[in-house]
């Protein structure tokens, strides 16, 4: 079985709605948004590939938008949709609802509308909302009604304004989601981190997407920094080395599946915190497929470790995933055709 955390759904209404402000051509990071077109086209993709539940969510830019109330209407909007997906494809879908988080009254509104009305399986919050930091003191009281409620939380990168400040080639380049989407993810989790936010909240739990950006690799450096810190060090004050509350979060796989990758993901977090993730639309056959061989041909892993990556670790966070039987390598490549795949193309590792 299948289940693919790191997967979009951009509603059509949403896009005219970005249409409108001049964004719907490349959600601010310089690629293009694919619009929603039916559950049943979306199945049949995921048959083809033989993924079994796909968790949907709107990704960049999100709902997060100056006018207060047009952010609002649109986490509404989308909510519902993706809750109405759910219903009719109970077996396929579960669904993260978007937080009109620049206002706490109407964030918290949804956020209970969400899980209360709507039945949703989580909540989606990105990097920084119109510029202000995830990690701001601001968005505290609504963190803790999170934590109070155990909502799973999928961290998402934001544009960020340093974006501005680079050369407009950047986005042709795609510089904004190749290298600075993973550092948006990198320093959130960091400024949490470090400022205690996950100490004081012992039931947040995010899901970082593409294996939480370079984490796994600098948080061993971060363990070292605290460790050498003198004890009046603001740091200082968490009771645990920030590795303690990174191994608490889950890290999905979508485009970072390279074995180095892995290797290292798998080193500073374990088996237990990784989950199989697509970035589904944005990957076309050809690397979703991808991803799926390299948890398969990886060596290191026993059968059910790769299980847990697959689904087991999904449904320790969403318990409406139901296990089912799932298509073998074999198979999806025989769905996939003759392309490139039943050449066992060299995987990208090293």
């Known amino acids: 079985?299948?289940?693919?955390?790191?997967?979009?759904?951009?509603?059509?209404?949403?896009?005219?709605?970005?249409?409108?402000?001049?964004?719907?051509?490349?959600?601010?990071?310089?690629?293009?948004?694919?619009?929603?077109?039916?559950?049943?086209?979306?199945?049949?993709?995921?048959?083809?590939?033989?993924?079994?539940?796909?968790?949907?969510?709107?990704?960049?830019?999100?709902?997060?938008?100056?006018?207060?109330?047009?952010?609002?209407?649109?986490?509404?909007?989308?909510?519902?949709?993706?809750?109405?997906?759910?219903?009719?494809?109970?077996?396929?879908?579960?669904?993260?609802?978007?937080?009109?988080?620049?206002?706490?009254?109407?964030?918290?509104?949804?956020?209970?509308?969400a899980m209360n009305e709507l039945k949703m399986d989580g909540i989606m919050l990105g990097?920084?909302?119109?510029?202000?930091?995830?990690?701001?003191?601001?968005?505290?009281?609504?963190?803790?009604?999170?934590?109070?409620?155990?909502?799973?939380?999928?961290?998402?990168?934001?544009?960020?304004?340093?974006?501005?400040?680079?050369?407009?080639?950047?986005?042709?380049?795609?510089?904004?989601?190749?290298?600075?989407?993973?550092?948006?993810?990198?320093?959130?989790?960091?400024?949490m981190t470090f400022k205690g936010t996950f100490e004081r909240f012992p039931n947040l739990t995010f899901i970082l997407p593409h294996s939480g950006g370079a984490i796994p690799f600098l948080a061993p450096r971060w363990d070292i920094f605290y460790r050498s810190r003198p004890d009046a060090h603001p740091l200082k004050k968490l009771p645990q080395p920030p590795g303690h509350y990174l191994r608490r979060q889950y890290y999905d796989i979508a485009l970072s599946y390279a074995h180095s990758s892995l290797r290292c993901t798998l080193g500073v977090v374990g088996v237990d915190h990784m989950v199989f993730g697509t970035d589904f639309p944005y990957t076309n056959d050809f690397r979703a497929l991808e991803t799926i061989r390299s948890i398969e041909d990886y060596q290191d892993l026993a059968d059910d470790e790769k299980e847990k990556i697959f689904f087991r670790n999904a449904g320790v966070l969403f318990p409406r995933v139901q296990e089912r039987r799932s298509l073998s390598y074999e198979e999806i490549l025989s769905n996939v055709g003759d392309g490139l795949f039943s050449r066992r193309i060299p995987l990208f590792i090293f």
């Not at 979306?42 to 990704?59: E, P, T």
């Not at 759910?86 to 620049?102: E, G, K």
């Open 1 to 113: 079985m299948k289940v693919d955390v790191h997967a979009h759904c951009y509603p059509q209404p949403y896009v005219k709605e970005l249409e409108k402000l001049g964004i719907a051509g490349e959600g601010g990071v310089g690629v293009k948004i694919p619009v929603w077109n039916s559950a049943e086209e979306r199945i049949a993709a995921m048959d083809k590939l033989g993924i079994d539940v796909q968790v949907l969510n709107l990704s960049a830019p999100n709902v997060y938008f100056p006018d207060h109330g047009l952010s609002k209407a649109l986490a509404q909007m989308t909510n519902d949709f993706l809750a109405d997906i759910v219903r009719q494809h109970p077996d396929r879908f579960l669904s993260v609802a978007s937080i009109p988080l620049a206002n706490l009254d109407d964030a918290m509104a949804e956020l209970s509308r």
């Open 127 to 191: 990097t920084n909302i119109n510029q202000r930091p995830l990690s701001d003191d601001f968005f505290l009281p609504f963190l803790e009604e999170v934590d109070r409620r155990k909502v799973p939380v999928v961290l998402h990168p934001i544009r960020s304004a340093i974006e501005d400040l680079m050369p407009k080639e950047d986005l042709l380049l795609g510089i904004p989601t190749s290298v600075g989407f993973l550092f948006e993810t990198t320093r959130t989790i960091a400024q």
